[in-house]
């Protein structure tokens, strides 16, 4: 059975549960921190990020690379579209939202709202939360918006794109925020629908308990 190392809170690490929950792949969480100094995790992951993935006696770092072994290794269901332009559109939101919406809602929101009261003992950055909420993230729902024709952002069903994006998205919501359902219907229904899935709705039911209801 693999074992995931990484907090249950990262949205790299919920990425990689999703993807094995999707792919009917039980295992292990170890739940490691970022920097973590242990030598076993660092041998796995020499820049210190969560998550690493154990499988036997191999390991190794990076949500989007786990992705791409666990597709090597568990091809059914596929999280990959098979259509070489859905298949590019898969991994730009995927690459979209590790890039552009975690530089929101991780740090300018996500952790100022969550980590820091509750890690680093200091209140939010109430402005700099308020100008990322009120300012940054708009434009980045407005381009999701214009993106969905379907039910999924990249072929005609669940993809690694979805998950990513859907992952980042769980953190804004802990944070206490949401999607506006009047500028973003489209949007909002389909965050609204990926989150039911099993494979989100138990990491989120978990996480949830992890941050006290
Ligand atoms: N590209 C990496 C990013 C992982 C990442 O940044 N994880 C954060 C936790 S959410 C981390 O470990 N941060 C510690 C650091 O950057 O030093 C992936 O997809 O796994």
């Known amino acids: 059975m693999p074992t995931v190392l990484g907090v249950n809170l990262s949205p790299f690490v919920r990425k990689v549960r999703v993807a094995l929950a999707e792919k009917g792949v039980p295992y292990d969480l170890v739940p490691i921190f970022p920097q973590a100094t242990d030598e076993e995790f660092r041998k796995i992951s020499p820049l210190g990020k969560v998550p690493a993935l154990r499988d036997g006696d191999q390991g190794f770092s990076d949500s989007s690379v786990i992705g791409l072994y666990l597709e090597k290794k568990h091809p059914s269901p596929s999280l990959y579209p098979s259509d070489p332009f859905e298949y590019a559109r898969a991994l730009w939101f995927e690459e979209w939202a590790d890039s552009a919406l975690v530089n929101v809602v991780g740090p300018k929101i996500f952790f100022e709202k969550i980590v820091a009261p509750r890690f ?7 402005e700099s939360v308020e100008k990322a909420v009120q300012e940054e ?12 024709t379907g039910d999924y952002l990249a072929g005609n069903q669940l993809s690694v794109g979805d998950i990513a994006v859907c992952s980042m998205l769980v953190n804004l919501f802990h944070a206490g925020y949401g999607i506006d359902t009047q500028k973003f219907p489209k949007l909002a229904r389909y965050v609204a629908r990926i989150h039911e899935r099993p494979s989100f709705k138990n990491c989120i039911d978990e996480e949830k ?3 006290g209801g």
């Open 120 to 126: 680093f003992n200091r209140e939010p950055d109430a």
């Open 209 to 211: 308990a992890t941050l």
């Open 137 to 148: 993230l708009p434009p980045l729902f407005a381009y999701l918006e214009s993106q969905l």
